[in-house]
C-alpha cells in the first residue's frame, strides 16, 4: 500500500565489502535481483492491482445499484469521516486492537516466563502452548462457537443462555458474541506470541541474567531492566502481527453474526456495505481507513527493527 | 527448603493450568464429535460417556444422501477434499520456501542496493486490508486463468506467507558469517553449491520455523479457500464444510474439520522444537 510508494531502490549497502572488485559485485547485485525476482512478483505483483483497484474504487461512486461509474474525488472519505457511525467503528476497532493485543502480550509473556524454566513436564506443556495455532483456525474457531454459542439444543445450552443474557444485559446486545471473538482471537493469537517470546528469551546469553541477578533486587526489576529491552524486537513483531491478523477471516465472518450494531467493527462493517448492500465505494473508503494507522505501526517497527546506525536510508 | 518446594509446587500447578487453557477448547470439540444425537443433548459437555465414531465415518460413507428423521442431508467428497487440502498445503509450502529462500538469500547475504527497503516493501503488504481484496483479486486469477483452481490459493497462501518468511529467513542469512561459504569457495565449489550443501543444510531450523509459519497461515484461512473454490470436486477442506449451509451446526462437519487437522497439529508438534530454534537463530542479532 503506502508501503510499496516508499519502495526507492538507491540506498547505499550497509556493509562496506572489502576487496570486492566492482564487476564482480555489479555481478552479484544482479544476481541479487534475479533471486529477488519470484518473491517480488508473487507478492507485490499479485497485490498490486488489487490495491490500486481498491484505492481507485474508493475515489468513484461505484456501487451495483447506480448506473454509472464516474470519478467523485474523495467523496467517499468525506461522507464517511463525516459519518458518526464512522468514528464509532473506528474507536470500537482501535479499543478492540489494543484490548486484545494487550491481553495476547500479556498471556503471551506469562507463558514465556513459565516455560523458559526449565523443569518436569516442560516438553509437554510447551507442545500444549504451542498448540492454539498449530491447530487450523478453522477447527478451532468451530471449537470456541460451539463452546461459547452452541447451535443446537445441547447439554450445556441453557447454562451458556444464561451467561449470554447475563453479559449482553450488562454490556448490551451483542456483547457477548463481540467477547467471544475477542476471546478466540486471544486464544490463538497469544499462543503465536508465547512461542515467539521463547524464541526471544532462549536469544539472551544466561550469563546477561546472572549478572542481573546480581546487579538488581527483585525479579520485576530484572524483567523490567533486563528481559523487555531484550525482548523488544520481538515484542514489536508480535503487536504488528497481532494488529493485521486482529480481524483474520474467520473472526470476521463470526462477527458478522452478532454484535454488528452495537459494536460496529471498521471492517465488517464495510464487508457489510460491500458484499451485502453493493456499495463497493463506500466500502473501499471504509476499509482503506484502518491503513494510516497500520503504516504508523509498521514504521514503529521498522525503527526497531533496524536500528538507525544500521539504516542510513 | 519448603520454600523452594512451595515455589516449584506453584510453577507446577501453573503449568498445569496453562496446559489445561490451551488445550480445553479443542478437547472439547473433539468430545462433542464423539457423541451421539442423544448423548448430545442429555449428555454432558465435558466428558462422553458413549463414544461413537459415527460422524467420523459418515464422511467416508462414499456418495448418495443420507437421511436423518424427516431430513436428508447430502454426502460430501471428503477423501477427495482431504486430497486437495494436501495438495494446496504442499504446494504452497514449496513454492512459499523456495521463493522465500532466494530472497531472503539476495537480501540478506547479497545486499543489492536498496535491499533494506525491499524487505520492508514486502512486509509492508501485511497492511494491506482483506475486507473487500478478493473481488479485485478475483479479477486478477481469472486474468491469470486460475479461477476454480487450486493454483489461486497456492498463489494467495504464498502471497501470504511469504514476507514473515522472506523477513526470518534473510535475518538469518544475514548474520552468518561469511567465512563459512569463502571457504567452501575456496575449495572449489561453485556459489550454488556452496549455498545448497552448506548454507542451506545451516539454516535447517529457520525453514523449519518458515515453514510451519505458512502451514499457520494456510491452516487459518476459510474465507478465500470457499470464495475461490466453487466446484465440490475441487474443494478443500475448508472450503467444503465451509460452504455447507450447516456447517457450524453439524457435528458430522466438525468431526471433518477436526480430522483434517489432526495430521497438521501432528507435524507441527514434530517440529516445534527447530521452530523454536529457528526463530531464535534468525532474530538473535535482530536488532
Known amino acids: ?313 | 527448603m519448603s520454600r523452594g518446594r512451595l515455589a516449584r509446587w506453584g510453577h507446577g500447578a501453573a503449568l498445569a493450568l496453562v496446559a489445561v487453557y490451551s488445550v480445553f477448547p479443542i478437547y472439547f470439540i473433539t468430545v462433542q464429535s464423539l457423541k451421539t444425537p442423544q448423548e448430545d443433548v442429555f449428555g454432558s459437555p465435558f466428558y462422553v460417556a458413549d463414544p461413537t465414531v459415527e460422524n467420523y465415518a459418515e464422511l467416508f460413507a462414499g456418495p448418495g444422501a443420507r437421511v436423518r428423521g424427516f431430513v436428508v442431508l447430502p454426502r460430501v467428497p471428503f477423501v477427495r477434499w482431504l486430497a486437495n487440502s494436501a495438495v494446496v498445503l504442499g504446494a504452497s509450502l514449496v513454492v512459499t520456501l523456495v521463493a522465500g529462500v532466494l530472497a531472503a538469500y539476495a537480501l540478506g547475504r547479497l545486499q543489492p542496493p536498496g535491499w533494506l527497503w525491499w524487505r520492508r516493501a514486502l512486509f509492508a503488504t501485511y497492511v494491506v486490508p482483506h475486507t473487500i481484496l478478493f473481488i479485485p483479486l478475483y479479477q486478477v486469477l481469472i486474468a491469470l486463468g486460475l479461477d476454480d483452481s487450486h493454483g489461486a490459493l497456492i498463489l494467495i497462501y504464498s502471497t501470504m506467507a511469504l514476507p514473515f518468511c522472506v523477513w526470518i529467513l534473510s535475518a538469518y542469512y544475514r548474520h552468518l558469517p561469511r567465512e563459512i561459504e569463502e571457504s567452501a569457495l575456496v575449495e572449489g565449489a561453485t556459489p550454488a553449491t556452496a549455498f545448497l550443501r552448506i548454507v542451506l543444510p545451516m539454516s535447517r531450523n529457520v525453514l523449519v520455523a518458515a515453514a510451519l509459519f505458512t502451514v499457520g497461515t494456510v491452516g487459518n484461512d476459510f474465507m478465500f479457500a470457499s470464495i475461490f473454490l466453487l466446484d465440490p470436486t475441487r474443494q478443500t477442506v475448508a472450503a467444503g464444510l465451509g460452504v455447507m449451509d450447516v456447517s457450524l451446526e453439524e457435528l458430522v462437519a466438525v468431526a471433518g474439520v477436526n480430522l483434517a487437522a489432526i495430521p497438521v497439529a501432528t507435524a507441527c508438534a514434530l517440529f516445534a522444537r527447530g521452530y523454536v530454534r529457528g526463530l531464535t537463530a534468525a532474530m538473535v542479532e535482530g536488532a
Open chain 1, 1 to 313: 500500500m503506502g508501503g510499496l510508494t516508499q519502495v526507492r531502490p538507491g540506498s547505499v549497502p550497509h556493509r562496506p565489502k572489502q576487496a570486492l572488485a566492482g564487476s564482480v559485485r555489479r555481478r552479484e547485485i544482479l544476481v541479487a535481483y534475479a533471486l529477488l525476482t519470484p518473491a517480488v512478483l508473487l507478492v507485490l505483483g499479485v497485490l498490486a492491482y488489487p490495491v490500486a483497484w481498491e484505492v481507485w474504487i474508493s475515489l468513484t461512486s461505484f456501487a451495483s445499484r447506480a448506473e454509472s461509474r464516474s470519478f467523485v474525488g474523495v467523496a467517499n472519505y468525506r461522507t464517511m469521516l463525516a459519518d458518526a457511525f464512522f468514528w464509532r467503528a473506528l474507536a470500537t476497532t482501535v479499543v478492540y486492537f489494543v484490548v486484545t493485543t494487550l491481553a495476547k502480550l500479556a498471556v503471551g509473556v506469562a507463558l514465556a516466563l513459565l516455560l523458559a524454566r526449565p523443569c518436569r513436564g516442560r516438553a509437554l506443556v510447551f507442545l500444549a502452548v504451542f498448540l492454539p495455532w498449530a491447530y487450523p483456525g478453522g477447527v478451532t474457531v468451530v471449537a470456541w462457537y460451539w463452546m461459547l454459542n452452541p447451535p443446537l439444543i445441547t447439554s450445556y445450552s441453557v447454562a451458556v443462555g444464561h451467561w449470554k443474557h447475563a453479559v449482553d444485559g450488562v454490556a448490551g446486545a451483542g456483547a457477548y458474541t463481540f467477547a467471544s471473538v475477542a476471546l478466540f482471537n486471544i486464544w490463538r493469537g497469544a499462543s503465536f506470541t508465547a512461542v515467539f517470546l521463547l524464541a526471544g528469551l532462549n536469544a539472551i546469553p544466561r550469563e546477561l541474567f546472572d549478572y542481573a541477578r546480581l546487579e538488581t533486587r527483585s525479579a520485576a526489576q530484572r524483567f523490567r531492566h533486563v528481559t523487555l529491552p531484550l525482548l523488544r524486537p520481538f515484542l514489536a513483531l508480535a503487536v504488528f502481527l497481532s494488529f493485521t491478523t486482529a480481524f483474520a477471516d474467520l473472526a470476521n465472518v463470526w462477527m458478522l453474526t452478532g454484535g454488528r450494531v452495537i459494536f460496529p467493527v471498521v471492517g465488517t462493517y464495510a464487508y457489510w456495505l460491500g458484499i451485502r448492500s453493493g456499495e463497493f465505494a463506500e466500502a473501499a473508503a471504509w476499509s482503506l481507513s484502518l491503513v494510516p494507522l497500520l503504516l504508523l505501526a509498521l514504521a514503529v517497527l521498522f525503527r526497531w527493527f533496524d536500528p538507525p546506525r544500521e539504516a542510513p536510508a
